[in-house]
């Protein structure tokens, strides 16, 4: 069982960043009835794919040995 912890806020900056409108709709819809904001959604995908990203940079490196 995993032990609870009281969640640590990371400190956060703000950055502007342009989207394409349809993503924009995308996210919108796929948050609908959630939650979820905008925001925390594309924090979310952001981390998924940086983990992605550092998954593949490990397999590679794996297969290079």
């Not at 969640?7 to 409108?21: A, D, G, L, Q």
């Amino acid at each position: 069982m995993r032990k609870f912890r009281i969640p640590n806020i990371p400190p956060t900056e703000s950055k502007s960043i342009r989207f394409p409108v349809d993503v924009i709709a995308q996210v919108n819809e796929a948050i609908q009835g959630t939650n979820c904001t905008f925001t925390a959604f594309v924090v979310e995908a952001v981390r998924v794919a940086l983990d992605n990203l550092q998954e593949e940079a490990e397999e590679k490196e794996m297969t290079h040995l």
